[in-house]
């Protein structure tokens, strides 16, 4: 009942920009934590960036600097600015949020949901 949808992603030369984009949908009570991961070929997925409601953030090292992460509570979307853009950012980049949803016998469960992933591609 719940789903995440990204976009944003495609090829650009490196020093370049992207901004990734992430709404969250459903049966959506709140949203506590949303983020940012990336997962490169023959790698790990790897956290880049989390925002909670509070709008307090965490980075990843390689990102600090580079990278802002935002999100819209009203639309129930989460941002990531991409700046300065390297090489080594090439993955796919993956939205996650951790959702309050009430059931209908007046029940809330939490749970963490995925998006589908979006290719970044950092490239002369």
């Known amino acids: 009942q719940v789903q995440l949808v990204e976009s944003g992603g495609g090829l650009v030369q490196p020093g370049g920009s992207l901004r990734l984009s992430c709404a969250a949908s459903g049966t959506i009570f709140s949203i506590n934590v949303m983020g940012w991961y990336r997962q490169a070929p023959g790698k790990q997925r790897e956290l880049v960036a989390t925002i909670v409601n509070d709008g307090s953030t965490n980075y990843a090292d390689s990102v600090k600097g580079r990278f802002t992460i935002s999100r819209d509570n009203a639309k129930n979307t989460v941002y990531l600015q991409m700046n300065s853009l390297k090489p080594e950012d090439t993955a796919v980049y993956y939205c996650?949020?951790?959702?309050?949803?009430?059931?209908?016998?007046?029940?809330?469960?939490?749970?963490?949901?995925w998006g589908q992933g979006t290719q970044v591609t950092v490239s002369a």
């Open positions: 996650k949020a951790t959702i309050v949803s009430r059931r209908p016998n007046g029940y809330y469960t939490t749970g963490d949901y």
